[in-house]
C-alpha cells in the first residue's frame, strides 16, 4: 500500500504557490523548500495535481503549478467550518444559533455589561498559549525595529490583501487581479462598478494612514494611528470618502438609530451614551500591552459599539491592523476567511455576546496570513538585515545624494556627518559598500523607494555618465 502522506507535508508546497499569485516552477518551490528532497517534492506536486489541489502546466521553461478546482488541506485538521477553521465545541453552539432564520433569533439590544467587564491587562479574550503562539509566528525581526517599518517595506504587498480581503468581507466583488490593477496602476475595473473601485481606493487611503511616519524626516518611528479619536474619525472619513449621502457624516460619531443587516441587534441609540461609550473603549483599548488581545479587542468592541453612520466593521478590522503595524508583526490580512465565517463570528458577538466564533476566525486567520507571508519570505530570501535596521535611513542618504546632484568629494563628506548616527563602529564601516551598490543599481524602475523624481534621477544620471556624481 502506498505511504499516506499527512496533510501537514503538503501545506507548505500549496502556501508557496498561494503566495505566488500565479503559475510557479518547480525550481522555485525547490529552493523555498530546501530541507525536502526534490524527488519527494516531486511526487507531492503530482499527488497534489492528481488531486485537483493543483493545476499543472508545461512550458519551454519546464512545468509550472498554479491552484486547481480543488479546495487545499487545511493545516490542523479538526472539526470545522467551511473553509477550513477549526472550531471549537462553544464555536459550534455560536454558529448553529446564529444561522436559524431571523425570525427564530431573539431580539436584543445594546449590552453595557459586556465592554465594562473587561478590564485591560486582566481580562483576557485570547489565552496565553494562544498570544504565545500567535507572537511566535508573527514576528518578523529578531531585533526591536522603529514602529512601522516591516509594514512600510512590505508595502506593496501587503496594501492590496489588506484592502481586497476587508473589502471581500464586506461584499465587493472585485478580485485580486482587478484590485492590484486598481491600486498599483490606476486601472479602473471592468463593467462599470465605481462604487467598488472607490471602496478599494478609501482603503488603500485608510491603510496608508496607519502606517503614516509623522517624523520621518527627523526621527523616524513615530506613528500618526493610535487607539483615540483622531485616528478613529478619520480612518471612518478615509473609508467612507464620496460613499455617503451625507458627507459631513464622514469622521463623526453617529446621531441617530442604526440597524445591524441580517441581525436582531439593534446597537446604542443615544447619541450622548454613544459618545462616552466610544471614549470610554478607546481608552481601554490604548491600555492593552499585548498586541493581539488588543487587536481582537477592538474588532470586538468597536463592532459592537457601532459608533459610526455605517462601515463601522470596516473600520473596526482596520484599527485592529494598528498593533500589528506598531509591533512588527505580519498583519491580519482575512487571506482565504469565507464572509460567511467571519459575519457569523459577528453575530456571536452582537446578538450572543459571545466571543469564541470570531477569535477561532480570528487565530485562525491569522495564521495563514503568516503562511502565506512566510512562503514569499522563503521565495525570496531572507532580508539583509543591516537594510532592515537602517531602511529610513539609506533612503535619505541615497535620495539626498540624487536630488541634490552630489559630486564624490561631497558625498564623502555627507556620508563622514552622517556615519555617526549608526552607532554600531560595524554598521559604519559597511555602511559606503552599501550604499554604493545601491547608487550602481539605480535605474527609473525602482527609484520609486527612495522618494526620488523622475527628472532628478536623470539629471543625476546624466552627470554621473560624465563622472560628475
Not at 525550481?27 to 511526487?43: A, D, H, K, M, V
Not at 485616528?231 to 445591524?260: F, K, M, Q, Y
Not at 525570496?380 to 535619505?396: S, V
Not at 563622514?416 to 551598490?437: F, M, S, T, W, Y
Request: aromatic share 6%; charged share 25%; hydrophobic share 40%.
Amino acid at each position: 500500500m502506498p505511504k499516506r502522506i499527512p496533510p501537514s507535508e503538503l501545506t507548505p508546497i500549496l502556501d508557496i504557490v498561494t503566495a505566488a499569485g500565479g503559475p510557479v516552477s518547480l525550481e522555485i518551490i525547490t529552493r523555498s523548500l530546501p530541507e525536502i528532497p526534490r524527488r519527494t517534492l516531486q511526487r507531492r506536486l503530482a499527488l497534489l495535481t492528481e488531486k485537483g489541489q493543483l493545476a499543472a502546466t508545461s512550458t519551454r521553461g519546464g512545468r509550472r503549478y498554479r491552484l486547481g478546482d480543488g479546495t487545499p488541506l487545511p493545516k490542523n485538521p479538526a472539526p470545522s467550518a467551511p473553509g477550513g477553521v477549526p472550531l471549537t465545541s462553544a464555536s459550534r453552539e455560536i454558529k448553529e444559533r446564529v444561522s436559524r432564520a431571523i425570525r427564530d433569533r431573539k431580539v436584543v439590544g445594546y449590552h453595557a455589561p459586556f465592554p465594562e467587564y473587561y478590564r485591560p491587562n486582566a481580562s483576557a479574550y485570547l489565552s496565553t498559549e494562544i498570544r504565545r503562539k500567535l507572537m511566535q509566528i508573527g514576528r518578523t525581526s529578531p531585533i526591536p525595529l522603529p514602529p512601522g517599518t516591516y509594514f512600510r517595506k512590505e508595502a506593496s504587498r501587503l496594501l492590496p490583501d489588506l484592502a481586497w480581503n476587508s473589502s471581500r468581507i464586506a461584499g465587493c466583488g472585485l478580485t485580486l487581479e482587478e484590485t492590484r490593477a486598481l491600486l498599483e496602476m490606476g486601472i479602473p475595473p471592468p463593467d462599470g462598478k465605481p462604487e467598488e473601485a472607490q471602496i478599494l481606493l478609501n482603503h488603500k487611503a485608510a491603510i496608508q494612514f496607519i502606517a503614516r511616519d509623522t517624523s520621518l524626516e527627523t526621527a523616524p518611528g513615530s506613528l500618526e494611528a493610535a487607539f483615540d479619536r483622531h485616528t478613529l474619525c478619520n480612518l471612518h472619513a478615509l473609508l467612507s470618502d464620496n460613499l455617503l449621502p451625507d458627507p459631513a457624516s464622514g469622521g463623526r460619531l453617529r446621531g441617530h438609530p442604526i440597524e445591524v443587516r441580517g441581525s436582531t441587534f439593534h446597537p446604542l441609540k443615544i447619541p450622548a451614551l454613544i459618545e462616552s461609550r466610544f471614549d470610554e473603549l478607546l481608552a481601554k483599548a490604548a491600555a492593552i500591552e499585548d498586541p493581539f488581545e488588543q487587536s481582537f479587542f477592538a474588532l470586538v468592541h468597536l463592532s459592537y459599539l457601532q459608533p459610526f453612520e455605517w462601515l463601522n466593521e470596516r473600520v473596526a478590522r482596520l484599527v485592529a491592523t494598528l498593533p500589528f503595524v506598531r509591533h512588527n508583526l505580519i498583519p491580519l490580512t482575512y487571506v482565504d476567511v469565507l464572509p460567511t465565517d467571519y459575519l457569523q463570528g459577528m453575530l456571536g458577538v452582537y446578538e450572543l455576546n459571545r466571543i469564541d466564533l470570531l477569535r477561532d476566525v480570528f487565530v485562525w486567520a491569522y495564521e495563514r496570513s503568516c503562511a502565506r507571508y512566510s512562503a514569499i519570505r522563503r521565495s525570496l530570501g531572507e532580508p539583509d538585515p543591516f537594510r532592515l535596521r537602517h531602511r529610513d535611513w539609506l533612503i535619505a542618504i541615497i535620495g539626498e545624494i540624487v536630488s541634490q546632484k552630489l559630486s564624490p568629494e561631497k558625498t564623502i563628506s555627507m556620508l563622514l556627518e552622517k556615519l555617526p548616527a549608526l552607532q554600531d563602529p560595524d554598521d559604519q564601516n559597511r555602511a559606503p559598500g552599501v550604499i554604493q551598490a545601491e547608487l550602481d543599481s539605480l535605474h527609473e524602475g525602482n527609484i520609486a523607494r527612495y522618494q526620488i523624481h523622475p527628472e532628478a534621477f536623470r539629471s543625476w544620471q546624466e552627470l554621473r555618465k560624465d563622472g560628475l556624481c
